[in-house]
């Protein structure tokens, strides 16, 4: 018996794990190891407008535990997309959550009304990428203009919305309370935390970008933290991420209140990460009697 | 196509100061493995893998050789591994040298740049000559293996302590003028990459060159081991994991 399948956004996943943007590509190239029809659902390569390059390399420096990275949303952009990528993954029996960024509100209307009657399962719009200039972090770190962009974003939208929030704020739950008023369906968290790490040898930050997001096992207490704040703050489902490693990992954040599970650095270190989260939590729902995932989400019992 | 998994080190040699070469038993990888193509080898207690260039395929054997330098401390880990005991590695990843058969190949390797040079020297035979380049005496590595891949096998060092004295690409000029190939391939600094793809280009003759760069995935999903090529007379950013390593040099922005 499946006891891990659930319901998020009025979409069904077979299960609450999905890799998270930017770590899985669009999944080609993980296929070679497991069908991609393991996974509750892939969020794709953030998508833009029109085609990106990035930044510079070097692009990741690793920290302890975990990783900065500043790709700078290098994608084909949505027209790309929507003619090459999609067909493919439609035949691939796994959701298809759509991860967005634009640089100016316009643009983010634009892509989601690009994505209109498309077989994409939701919409993750990104207010969060810390590696852009325009857009990305300047959206999500002003209550005002991250209500301005949701708004436009489920304007132009026939999908589930959910927003991707930045842990770079003094408080997440006023944005995350500000993107529900204007009608987000769900939130995301936590997109990467910004960090540096500088080469004493030549006196140059490792990063060409200087500074990056960080990533892995390194972020998940912060996680975990800004999950509980959000889940308690809003009555829309919330999707956690950041740093999930293992299968405990996943209950824990679920616990703190995420419905779904991104994860993301991890599948660098073990491709086969997500396959062993899923795994491990089947068999935790058996060994506890728990006879379906959704019963633990938010069960924290706070002191 | 690639494997992930824990595979055992049959033997491990220390060829130089720093610098490990170690023999994996993995019939899966070997059998798809391709001269050029490189490993990400996780390293305990470190979050990322490192992508180390696969020297040597020995098919019938089953194992492929990873030669690697200590450049840090997560290198350092890797050559703490020994004889018998488990690697973690994903393999074969990108693409790697052209194999033409039948025709006449260059190999030029310069210091840590040098061991992809075996399996391919090996592909081409007789055909190959593999030119490779040290510091000095007390760095060069591979020389048994260059020479049993079949081919002519010529050394340099920068001070002269051992072979000829002066650059790989001193040797490599001498080389086309005496017996001009069809392809030349090259790993090794970047300035060294530049100077050969000039020579190669100067004298009409194909080259592919093999780059380096730090990788997170290594299999092409995220995106951060980007280098500058040329497409279609447009630079972009091309990933090192799976549109290389080895580059047409022709494609290659050397800065």
Redesign the interface.
């Known amino acids: 018996m499946n006891r891990l399948n659930v319901n998020f956004c009025g979409v069904d996943f077979k299960n609450p794990i999905v890799p998270a943007s930017g770590t899985y590509g669009y999944g080609r190239e993980y296929e070679c190891l497991y069908p991609l029809s393991t996974l509750g659902g892939i969020s794709v390569k953030g998508t833009t407008l029109h085609r990106r390059e990035g930044n510079p390399a070097p692009r990741v420096a690793e920290t302890p535990s975990g990783m900065l990275n500043s790709v700078g949303l290098q994608n084909g952009g949505v027209d790309k997309f929507l003619s090459y990528e999609l067909p493919n993954l439609v035949t691939k029996d796994t959701r298809i959550i759509a991860n967005i960024a634009g640089s100016t509100i316009e643009e983010c209307a634009e892509l989601a009304a690009k994505l209109k009657g498309s077989a994409v399962d939701m919409i993750e719009l990104n207010i969060s990428c810390p590696n852009v200039k325009q857009g990305g972090a300047a959206f999500g770190t002003d209550c005002t203009i991250a209500g301005q962009v949701t708004k436009a974003v489920k304007d132009n939208s026939d999908k589930p919305v959910m927003v991707k929030l930045s842990p770079n704020v003094t408080s997440i739950t006023d944005i995350a309370k500000s993107v529900e008023a204007n009608g987000a369906d769900a939130v995301s968290l936590i997109n990467t935390l910004l960090g540096m790490r500088i080469d004493i040898n030549t006196g140059r930050p490792v990063l060409r970008n200087n500074v990056g997001g960080l990533s892995g096992p390194a972020v998940f207490p912060v996680a975990v933290r800004m999950v509980w704040q959000v889940a308690n703050a809003v009555n829309i489902p919330v999707c956690g991420m950041g740093g999930v490693s293992t299968w405990e990992d996943a209950i824990e954040i679920m616990m703190a209140g995420a419905s779904l599970v991104q994860v993301g650095a991890a599948i660098f270190a073990d491709p086969y990460a997500p396959v062993k989260i899923i795994d491990g939590m089947q068999k935790f729902c058996e060994d506890n009697g728990i006879n379906n995932i959704s019963e633990i989400v938010g069960t924290v019992k706070p002191w | ?2 494997k ?1 998994g824990k595979y055992q080190i049959v033997s491990k040699k220390n060829l130089a100061k720093g610098i490990f070469d170690v023999e994996i038993l993995c019939p899966e990888i070997a059998e798809l493995a391709q001269p050029g193509q490189f490993a990400q080898v ?1 390293a305990e207690g ?4 490192r992508p180390i260039s696969i020297c040597d395929i020995d098919k019938a054997k089953g194992t492929i050789r990873l030669v690697f330098e200590i450049r840090g401390k ?1 290198t350092e880990k890797l050559a703490d591994l020994c004889k018998g005991q488990l690697i973690d590695i ?1 393999a074969p990843l990108g693409k790697g040298f052209k194999v033409l058969e039948g025709r006449k190949i260059v190999c030029v390797g310069g210091g840590i740049g040098v061991p992809p040079m075996v399996g391919i020297a090996k592909a081409y035979g007789e055909n190959a000559v593999a030119i490779s380049g040290f510091r000095n005496m007390a760095a060069v590595i591979l020389q048994d293996d260059l020479q049993a891949a079949g081919g002519k096998a010529i050394l340099c060092t920068d001070d002269g302590s051992a072979g000829r004295k002066g650059f790989v690409t001193d040797a490599l000029t001498e080389q086309i003028a005496a017996d001009k190939p069809d392809i030349i391939v090259a790993c090794g600094p970047m300035v060294m990459l530049k100077n050969v793809a000039k020579i190669a280009e100067a004298n009409g003759i194909e080259c592919q060159v093999s780059l380096e ?16 090529t040329v497409r279609d007379g447009k630079e ?2 091309s990933h090192v994991c ?1 549109d290389g390593p080895v580059f047409d040099s022709k494609e290659v922005v050397f800065e």
């Not at chain 2, 470190?46 to 893998?49: A, E, M, T, V, Y």
């Not at chain 2, 760069?213 to 500058?228: I, S």
């Open positions: 196509m690639y992930q996780a470190f979050f990322l893998r997560g994903i760069q730090r990788m997170a995935c290594g299999v092409g999903a995220c995106l951060v081991c980007a280098c500058r972009i950013h799976k």
